[in-house]
């Protein structure tokens, strides 16, 4: 019955999410604004260029899911500011206090996260498909690099629920998410192969999640070739389950 | 029989040096409500944020209905309804909606959760605005859809920190109304906090008044008003204010056991009938005319005055603590970017 309660309580919070998202979603379409300048004027000029070898792939179609990627990545981020307010006000020590285990807490707040990452990635994409980005023709890929994207976020927004237990303050907060997924996007394969990296950049990316993200999605959205997929999913499954256990661990501390 | 909550010798120690309560103990019977007075800081959060098992206690043992807060927490969880002092509610959805979370989070069973959220928001006069978001809501409104959160678990004891603050006299009234016969019909004990003397005196069967962290009296309000041993006379005198002089010949005359000036002049005595003619010999012997003459027993107010030196001052906390909540909710605004 635990594990039932517990995938109840994951539920739950993924309602609470929807159900947010469903009442405003003006953070959505803000959002989006920046990656589609990223896809539709950086993507067009660098494209035009022809500086970036990207193996007979349009480099617009390249990036975009790199910046799809990082997008939701940065609205998972951010989720914890969410935290932080909810921590504020006196929610979280409600919470705290009902019979949902911390993990389901944490879990559920980042899978929460991973759905409204989703939607950040997906409202993107027409805009690519406009301006030419051809996608694999296979429903089955589109789906999986959307779980792959669901997936990889709540990683990162058990990141962002660690982090908010341990700043208190807002600003802080915004400054530390900053730092933490600007590195993690351009030391990635989301702009440019990793051979052209440095060395030392390209060993990073070796343990750098986005990296896995980027190439799965990458492969099931726009090349079709998944012989790397496995692997993939195996490095992102690792990241979700440490990055979960260290957030539920830290969480406690998070009212006190 | 196991006590609702059972506290002995609890001491809580932030960070190494703030000493929040130091060395509290104390019972509370199942079915009863029991208040927690005491003045800015005493500590009263602090305690019942350990019974509500959110932080663990420096020394000493807690209980809530035999069960250890720190050893048996998760037990503890499914038997309370907690209304923190801050605002609790997801402001962004509406209040049925935070009602339906909640009854999810506690595994309300889906038959009859639709009419246990019904109820509550009837209970509490929400109906007509459930469907709104919180956000719209007023700051009363919000205080009674986290009461109504806590109700809606059918919670064997309810732990209120400040559960009327910000709402005005009559919808206090209103609210413990409701508790009080939420508690009839349920069985419950509440366990609540506040900074209102009348809600106490009027609500409460025990009251605990505690100072600096620790407990500096408890037991019934009559009990309380008693202990203070005597009777107030309070004298309408013309000539207020009296000569320092006079007072302090007063406080010797071992005519009086306590001497308050304000607009008139009380005094504490031990038995008033007896006392009344000899302390108006005394006045007139003195020169001063004396008006009308009142007998009264003690307040809550003066008991909570000679236990803890100062009076409460609810006024200005409450505007306060409302300006914080809003401060919160304007917060949920603005910060998602
Ligand atoms: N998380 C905390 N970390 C450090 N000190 C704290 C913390 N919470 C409370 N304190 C301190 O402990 C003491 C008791 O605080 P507490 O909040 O329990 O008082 P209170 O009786 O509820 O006061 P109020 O009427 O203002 O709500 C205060 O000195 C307070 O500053
Ligand atoms: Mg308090």
Known sequence: MAIFEKVSGILTMIELELRRLRHDRTELYTRAVQPILWIV?????????????????????????????????????????????????????KLLTTPASRYSVVIGRSMASGVRAVFQALIVLPVAVVIGVRLVPNPAYFVLAFIVIFLASGGFAAISILVASFMKTRERFMGIGQAIIMPLFFASNALYP??????????????NPLSYVVDATRGLLITGDVSNLLLDLVAIAIFDVVMFVIASISFKRIIE | MDFAVHVVDLVKVYDGRVRALDGVSLDVRPGETFALLGPNGAGKTTLIRILTTQLKPTAGEAYVFGLDVVR???????????????????????????????????????????????????????????????????????????????????????????????????????????????????????????HYMDEADLYADEIAIINKGKVVACGKSEELKHSLGGEIITLEVKEMPLKPDLVQELRRSGLVKEVFEGENLSVLVSDAEPALPNLMGFLKSRGVSVGRASITKPTLDDVFLKYVGTRLEERGRASEVTRVRDMIRRGERDGHL
């Open chain 1, 194 to 207: 990793i051979q052209m990296m440095p060395p030392i950049l390209r060993e990073f990316s070796a343990v």
């Open chain 1, 41 to 93: 004027i950086y993507g067009q000029v660098m494209s035009s260029v022809r500086a970036i070898p990207t193996s007979g792939v349009p480099y617009t179609d390249f990036i975009t899911p790199g910046i799809m990627v990082q997008t939701a990545a940065f609205a998972s981020i951010f989720y914890g500011l969410t935290i932080v307010w909810e921590r504020e006000s006196g929610i979280l020590k």
């Open chain 2, 72 to 194: 048996e927490a998760s037990k503890v969880r499914r038997l309370i309804g907690y209304v923190p002092q801050e605002m609790s509610v997801w402001t962004d959805i509406s209040g049925y909606e935070n009602l339906l979370i909640y009854a999810k989070i506690f595994g309300v069973p889906r038959l009859g959760r639709e009419k246990a959220i019904e109820e509550v928001l009837e209970v509490m006069d929400l109906t007509r605005v459930k469907d709104e978001l919180v956000k719209n809501y007023s700051g009363g409104m919000i205080r009674k859809l986290e009461i109504a959160c806590a109700m809606l678990v059918r919670p064997k004891i309810m732990f209120l920190d400040e559960p009327t603050i910000g709402l005005d006299p009559a919808a206090r009234k209103i609210v413990w109304e409701r508790l009080t016969a939420f508690k009839e019909e349920y069985g419950a004990t509440i366990f609540f906090t506040t």
